[in-house]
């Protein structure tokens, strides 16, 4: 049998949630024998092993139980049940700089940092260098931390967490720390660490990321583990698991036919904030976006055919009604988009009452990042652009990817060395 790295045996997680402080205390203070609070398992019964040198993804919803099984494997946390077995030593990308005193330099916290951890000065010594060539902090190491700019206190955080040689790396969304380029050093050391043949433990909602580095995946929910295996696998059940949180086993099937009565635009995650205006002659009143497996979702991976779906409902004559999509990103740039008008495509005039469903088909070529999808219907009415309805960012798109290159879009170069 292949030695383990971590054994996770039938641990839950139980919190005592009470209605208001005062029952904490009559509780605390046997003053009651009733019941003052209702229980809450962060975990439900969760087991699995995970192997020398492998590298294992866990994913879920939030609130699904990822951030207290990570906190139990590192000791920050008591399991209420269960057991739990870790051989090797751990390194814990976490809460970045939480062991880190603000009064101190940036050099007295490495030193106080790597004694929690468990170093004795001559090994801190040694890894001193690397330490602030990895930070690149430049004369800041000398200054007490609390001076520093937000991006500056990670970058050494990091530094510290990620250069004491660990056989056991345990990852919680740290690799999106500090500018690009420092994320950039983050990912060569995280792939370093992986051709080195270290265990890895990875908790991130970057399902690129997951795609890219991960041999095997576990699927947590509502604190159930629901799933694990293969990568691809089980991250396409955790897009189902986004549009269909009902999900509790592997047993249950979203299959998009049994939700085609269902309102498309319940099924996705959408935007509290959309901004909605237009004489309303023409209404959208239902959309959705597809994946290539026809499922409604927000996830989307790079490379892959999508369809965004939108259905208009006629309360007036409308003659050339245009139909357009729109996506921007996280600043409100407009990335790219499209209508019939551009599309050439003549839509007949329409009657009120008429319903008509368009669908945009195409392949997605943006980076893996998030965005914002827009939708609108409008028109030309003698000679007057008119705006019937227009829903501005109504819902986010997520693009997962295992290669991204510069700027938004992906140009497919081919490489060719002579």
Not at 65 to 78: C, D, H, P, R, Y
Not at 287 to 315: A, H, L, P, Q
Not at 367 to 394: A, C, I, N, P, W
């Amino acid at each position: 049998m292949e030695e383990i790295a971590i054994q996770v045996n039938h641990i839950s997680k139980l919190y005592k949630l009470y209605d208001k402080p005062s029952d904490r205390l009559k509780e605390s203070l046997g003053l009651t024998k009733k019941k003052c609070y209702h229980e809450h398992f962060a975990l439900d019964d969760v087991s699995f092993n995970i192997k020398k040198g492998e590298t294992v993804g866990i994913i879920g919803t939030n609130g699904a139980g990822k951030s207290t099984i990570l906190k139990i494997i590192t000791g920050v946390l008591n399991p209420s049940e269960g057991q739990l077995h870790v051989n090797g030593r751990i390194s814990a990308l976490l809460e970045l700089g939480a062991g880190f005193n603000m009064e101190y330099t940036g050099i007295e916290n490495v030193y106080l940092n790597g004694t929690m951890i468990g170093f004795k000065k001559e090994e801190i010594d040694e890894r001193l260098e690397s330490i602030l060539s990895f930070a690149d902090i430049g004369d800041f190491i000398n200054q007490p931390v609390k001076t520093y700019s937000s991006g500056m206190f990670v970058r050494l955080a990091f530094a510290v967490a990620i250069n004491i040689d660990p056989e056991i790396l345990i990852v919680d969304e740290a690799l999106s720390v500090g500018d690009v380029f420092f994320q950039a050093k983050c990912y060569r050391k995280f792939e370093d660490f992986k051709a080195q043949g270290k265990t890895i433990l990875f908790v991130t909602h970057d399902l690129g990321s997951i795609n890219k580095y991960c041999d095997r995946v576990i699927l947590l929910n509502k604190g159930k583990m629901v799933s694990e295996g293969n990568t691809k696998e089980v991250v396409d059940l955790y897009k189902k698991l986004l549009v269909s949180p009902e999900i509790e086993t592997e047993a249950h099937d979203t299959d998009i036919e049994t939700r085609e009565n269902k309102i498309w635009k319940q099924s996705i995650r959408r935007n509290p904030n959309t901004i909605e205006y237009g004489d309303k002659k023409a209404e959208i009143v239902d959309y959705c976006i597809r994946d290539n497996t026809n499922t409604i979702t927000n996830t989307i991976e790079k490379g892959t055919i999508f369809s965004v779906v939108m259905k208009v409902k006629f309360f007036d004559i409308i003659r050339e009604p245009i139909f357009a999509f729109t996506i921007k990103d996280l600043r409100g740039t407009e990335v790219t988009g499209t209508n019939t008008m551009f599309e050439n495509i003549r839509i007949n005039p329409k009657q009120s009452g008429d319903i008509q469903t368009v669908t945009f088909t195409q392949e997605m070529a943006l980076q893996g990042r998030e965005y914002m999808l827009s939708l609108g219907v409008t028109g030309y009415q003698d000679g007057d652009f008119k705006v019937y309805h227009r829903l501005y960012d109504v819902c986010n798109i997520t693009v997962i990817s295992d290669k991204d290159t510069v700027g938004y879009f992906d140009i497919k170069s081919i490489v060719k060395l002579d």
